[in-house]
């Protein structure tokens, strides 16, 4: 009784989408509060993989509404231009949303984490509203960044922030530290830093170049509405309904405080599927049928992930543990289920894979013919990325990201 009553308090307060966390690298001089949005699933991070993680610290003024509606369309297909390096990286990302003093708040945060749905549901419901003075709270922003969104202490990560918006900092607020301090600690501790500039303000244009000379990242600007390639294809609607039918086998196990995590990740996952755009939604499924969307697709607890591979027997797993669906059911039948959500889970994989391919030859054509997308945001993050993670021995044998 005393473990089901404690899974249901863990659920509530992991439902309750606002809490606060550690920071990484100390306290920080600063009086305002810091809204912290943890993503609802945090899987172990492979020891055997090579990792790279990246925040997107993201101005959410009224004005910038186009380019945060393209980064709800792109956080997939960047995800998988990430996952196109040569050893298969897990890929964490992080967002950090910020706006200023006197709007509905300055920061959320939502930790860095290999469960993109969580990160992907928890921008889905980020607004352009708030600002009106030109600076905002870049410096509260770019702290947050650096030391409240769990980066992992692995020397060979590539790390790296890249900060959008279209406002300066502002340097008025003396309660708080300003960038040159935060970029030094970023970079002592290996984390990139870059910016993207929407807009043409000149203001803005010199304070983000300023901060990626400190922080030995790139700067690049693009239009209100991020530049992205947004081409439909053939192909979407197919992919996002196998998709969804490839989420439906996962079941997960465990003790009441694991399932009650593993609900916060298919509650995320639903969210999307009944929200998200087809095109999204196609994005998404090619990234989960890269190796490294892995991480994301199934994460850890995953019964027939675990009994397939032969890493758990059914039989020694606690009832209790086992999946509602499962409990009631004799063993014979039990691993008669498993076996066949197995294969049904092998055949979407295998077609997911080929229409991902047959979609991403599409799109190369489609932006071949349209005479290139060199000044897209999709290319412009590629790029950084990947001359940037070189230098941790990354390697990426295409010039083009995936769109």
């Not at 992992?152 to 959008?164: E, M």
Request: aromatic share 6%; net charge negative; proline share 4%.
């Amino acid at each position: 009784m005393k473990t089901k009553v404690f899974g249901i308090i863990l659920f509530a307060l992991t439902a309750a989408a606002i809490v606060l966390i550690p920071l990484r690298h100390g306290p920080g001089a600063t009086q305002q509060p810091v809204v912290v949005q943890p993503t609802t699933l945090q899987p172990a991070m492979r020891t055997d993989a090579a990792r790279i993680e990246v925040v997107f610290v993201l101005d959410t003024t009224g004005s910038m509404s186009g380019l945060i509606e393209a980064a709800k369309e792109k956080i997939w297909s960047i995800a998988t231009s990430l996952a196109q390096a040569e050893s298969s990286p897990e890929i964490r990302m992080g967002l950090v949303a910020f706006r200023d003093r006197g709007d509905a708040y300055v920061t959320r945060v939502t930790g860095l984490s290999s469960d993109l749905d969580s990160i992907y549901a928890t921008l889905m419901d980020y607004q352009a509203a708030g600002g009106g003075d030109t600076p905002e709270s870049v410096n509260q922003a770019l702290h947050d960044a650096v030391h409240k969104i769990g980066w992992s202490d692995n020397q060979d990560t590539y790390q790296a922030v890249f900060l959008v918006g279209d406002a300066p900092p502002h340097m008025d607020y003396r309660d708080e530290p300003r960038y040159p301090q935060i970029v030094a600690e970023a970079k002592q501790h290996g984390i990139v830093i870059n910016t993207i500039q929407a807009g043409a303000a000149d203001a803005t244009r010199r304070e983000w170049q300023k901060i990626t000379a400190l922080g030995a990242g790139d700067y690049f600007q693009v239009d209100q509405s991020g530049n992205a390639v947004a081409i439909a294809t053939p192909y979407d609607e197919k992919l996002a309904t196998l998709s969804e039918q490839l989420d439906a086998t996962r079941l997960y196990y465990g003790d009441a405080e694991t399932r009650a995590e593993k609900e916060g990740k298919l509650a995320a996952t639903r969210k999307l599927h009944s929200a998200a755009s087809v095109e999204s939604r196609a994005r998404r499924a090619t990234f989960n049928a890269s190796d490294s969307g892995k991480a994301n697709l199934i994460g850890e607890d995953e019964l027939i992930e675990d009994v397939a591979s032969g890493r758990v027997e059914l039989d020694r797993i606690e009832t209790e543990h086992l999946p509602a669906e499962i409990q009631a059911m004799a063993p014979a039948a039990a691993k008669a289920l498993i076996a066949e959500k197995a294969e049904r889970r092998r055949r979407l994989q295998a077609e997911i894979g080929r229409l991902s391919q047959q979609r991403s030859d599409y799109l190369k054509q489609k932006v071949e013919e349209s005479g290139g997308a060199e000044a897209s945001l999709d290319d412009r993050i590629y790029g950084a990325v990947r001359e940037q993670a070189a230098a941790k021995g990354f390697k990426y044998d295409t010039d083009a990201p995936a769109y």
